[in-house]
């Protein structure tokens, strides 16, 4: 069974630009998290998405956005990068409530 | 809020000692709380949770922790360390049983030495 899956693995953006992620969540699995990891922060949350609906938001600017689709992939779109936004980004998925988090390995961004 | 304080940023012990690692949290609800592992160059990996039930849990890999709420701690043990357990190891904390939304300690890095 295929794991959680983040591409690309690394990108490399400039200031002002715009990127998207992608990541597709195991066979079965509804629910897809997204975290930042960065160095000085840790790991932070983003938000989570449930049946293609955000179920829950953590407090990023609006720069930061995301969407599932109906086959439960998600993906995350960080607008107007600044310096600050370089970092590990991390997608989890669960089959629901109550269940174990998967995480995939994460798309490295770094801002230039 | 919740929030979650790992004492130590670093733990170096040897090969086949055993190890603590220590986990405070801070909330005005219930919570659920976890250990995951964060291997070099990977994502994070559940070690164990707790929900409710026993205090002791054990976990993957030869892990345990203990929830005690009287403390606050939920403290992550093993007996005897092997190289391979070379980490970064999370404790985490949620409000909701659907582990969104996870506050996350600042890591304590356990560095194993033959």
């Known amino acids: 069974k295929a794991g959680v899956t983040q591409t690309p693995r690394y990108l490399i953006k400039t200031r002002g630009q715009q990127v998207t992620l992608s990541c597709s969540p195991i066979?079965?699995?509804?629910?897809v998290s997204w975290y930042q990891q960065t160095p000085g922060q840790g790991l932070q949350f983003l938000f989570e998405?449930?049946?293609?609906?955000?179920?829950n938001k953590g407090n990023f600017p609006g720069r930061f956005s995301g969407r599932q689709f109906s086959n439960s992939r998600s993906e995350m779109n960080v607008s107007t990068l600044e310096l600050g936004d370089s970092a590990l980004y991390l997608c989890?998925?669960?089959?629901?409530?109550?269940?174990?988090?998967?995480f995939g390995s994460g798309t490295q961004l770094s801002v230039l | 809020a919740q929030s979650v304080t790992q004492l130590d940023s670093q733990v170096p012990v040897f090969e086949e000692a055993p190890v603590e690692l220590r986990c405070n949290y801070s909330s005005s609800v219930s919570v659920y709380l976890f250990w995951y592992v964060q291997y070099p160059n990977q994502g994070l990996q559940l070690l164990l949770k707790?929900?409710?039930?026993?205090?002791l849990v054990k976990g993957i890999n030869g892990f345990e922790a203990e929830f005690n709420k009287s403390q606050t701690s939920f403290h992550l043990r093993k007996p005897s360390v092997h190289i391979s357990d070379t980490a970064e190891y999370f404790c985490a904390v949620s409000k909701y049983s659907s582990a969104s939304k996870i506050i996350f300690g600042s890591g304590t890095r356990l560095s194993i030495r033959p």
């Open positions: 998405y449930f049946s293609e609906t955000q179920r």
């Open positions: 066979s079965g699995h509804r629910s």
């Open positions: 989890a998925s669960s089959k629901g409530n109550n269940e174990k988090l998967f």
């Open positions: 707790y929900l409710s039930g026993s205090t």
